[in-house]
């Protein structure tokens, strides 16, 4: 319990040091809160000794997939708090650096030590990876695999490729000005889902190597110029980034996704009332909007469920059965409506403390139990109820640890890491640098003729595309 205390306390500390307050951080820990339950639902899950304890447990998938409902959860978390995140930064660069801080040191982490670590009859790495070591790599580097026919090289990060086109879409939508438009656009990703959602095909540029392998190349090619564009700083530049990432991520959403289409539009739907709902908390939307918008898209994704989740949909969509995810999705909304309902009052610390290592934990939490079945290879079941309580407590115990570890020794410094980087970025010029940079413009404007007004004018400024540090 000291180990909560601590870490509470370190994070208030750092709203404060951010320009917040102990209070105003305080205010976000339902969303940790609700992240350490989505996190610890996947994990057990994918686990699954629990199911086994209690009498037809094993049924329980079946009626309401556990794995489903955290991940819509961390979606719906998601998509309150990421916009939230852009616009309050008002920087488009500062948004990617963060987040590629934030995102690539654990997966980096959790590939190379399950590589070193494991052995290969009970690697969590996909085999495909390494029959094709560069296009894994490159794939997954990119964390758009699931979109580009290229297999997961760790299983669960299949829905990082949601999260980063959710970002892609997020960013074109800020840097166009069009990011208050959050409710139509979530109403018409589900509206999309309900009509086209077992119509739209799968996979239909990555259709063999040759052509996955065209694709991976163009899409690298085009996020690269996209985050050169971005990384410029420059208004322009910026947009052009911002529009060629939307773009990638609309059209790839629509001709070659992995998932059956119902359940990808119905992510993104979700996400963006995340979206909605945050903004209703802020007066940013009329609430009669908000809540028909989010009532509508909660029904559309009970409904596909319903009508497409059946035959050869659940094999794509890891479920059971229609209920697994129709059930699985109206009880995540439940959840997170609970917990907004109630984020005035004080939750659980060692919830909000499973919400911190959320992260840490859903991406290492498939390498644990791969070591536990690798240290148990050769042993009979465990059979005894005190057997089972041990093994799950070791097995929990470890992986708590593991993910703290991780948190505290490589989430914190790359975080601490991308606001060092971004702020010697933006870092004003020294006054040697602007007295050459003034005699440099003085030189050109001797020696070329004027713009004219209306043209140097027609230069968005940068608060509106973004592109530098309020």
């Known amino acids: ?31 940790d809160s609700l992240r350490g339950i989505a996190a610890l639902s996947v994990a057990v899950y994918h686990l699954a000794l629990p199911f086994y304890w209690v009498p037809h447990g094993t049924r329980v998938p079946y009626y309401l997939d556990p794995g489903i409902f955290g991940v819509l959860l961390f979606f719906l978390v998601s998509g309150y708090i990421i916009p939230a995140s852009l616009e309050r930064r008002g920087d488009i660069r500062a948004f990617w650096v963060g987040r590629l801080f934030r995102i690539y040191p654990v997966v980096i982490l959790t590939v190379v030590a399950s590589l070193l670590i494991l052995p290969r009859a009970h690697t969590v790495i996909a085999d495909w990876g390494f029959q094709h070591a560069l296009l894994s790599l490159v794939g997954n580097g990119l964390m758009i695999q699931d979109l580009m026919g290229i297999p997961n090289v760790i299983g669960v990060m299949w829905t990082l490729t949601y999260e980063m086109v959710f970002y892609y879409f997020v960013t074109a ?10 409710a139509p656009i979530a109403v018409g990703f589900a509206a999309v889902a309900l009509v086209l959602g077992g119509w739209i095909s799968l996979g239909t540029i990555s259709v063999n190597l040759t052509s996955t392998r065209h694709l991976v190349v163009a899409c690298a090619t085009i996020v690269l110029m996209a985050m050169a564009c971005i990384m410029t700083g420059k208004p322009a530049l910026t947009r052009t980034g911002a529009v060629l990432l939307g773009g990638l991520g609309l059209l790839l959403i629509t001709l070659n996704s992995r998932a059956t289409a119902f359940e990808t539009m119905m992510i993104f739907a979700t996400m963006f009332s995340g979206t909605v709902l945050y903004r209703l908390e802020h007066g940013q939307i009329e609430r009669a909007q908000a809540l028909l918008s989010c009532a509508f898209v909660v029904a559309c ?27 699985a999705y109206v009880a995540a909304w439940a959840v997170f409506v609970a917990g907004m309902l109630l984020r005035k009052r004080r939750f659980p610390r060692w919830l909000s403390w499973l919400g911190a290592i959320s992260y840490s934990l859903y ?18 079941p465990i059979e005894s109820w005190t057997g089972r309580l041990v093994q799950f407590g070791v097995v929990a115990a470890a992986l708590l640890l593991l993910s703290y570890l991780s948190y505290r020794l490589v989430e914190l410094p790359f975080q601490n890491l991308g606001r060092r980087v971004l702020k010697a970025a933006t870092r004003p010029r020294s006054r040697a640098s602007l007295i050459v940079a003034q005699t440099q413009t003085q030189t050109q404007t001797q020696t070329q003729t004027q713009e004219p ?18």
């Open 1 to 31: 319990m000291n180990l909560t205390k601590r870490l509470s306390a370190q994070r208030a500390a750092r709203g404060a040091a951010e320009g917040g307050t102990p209070s105003a951080a305080a205010r976000l820990g339902w969303l």
């Open 173 to 182: 939508l800020f840097a166009m000005g069009w990011h208050r438009k959050s």
């Open 301 to 327: 994704g009970f409904l596909v469920g319903y009508l497409y989740n059946r035959g050869p949909a659940l094999w794509r969509t890891w479920s059971e059965s229609w209920m697994a995810w129709s059930f």
């Open 363 to 380: 991406l290492l939490h498939n390498p644990v139990i791969h070591g536990m079945n690798w240290l148990l290879e050769g042993r009979g």
């Open 453 to 470: 007004a209306d043209v140097a004018d027609a230069e968005p400024s940068a608060e509106k595309v973004g592109a530098t540090t309020p």
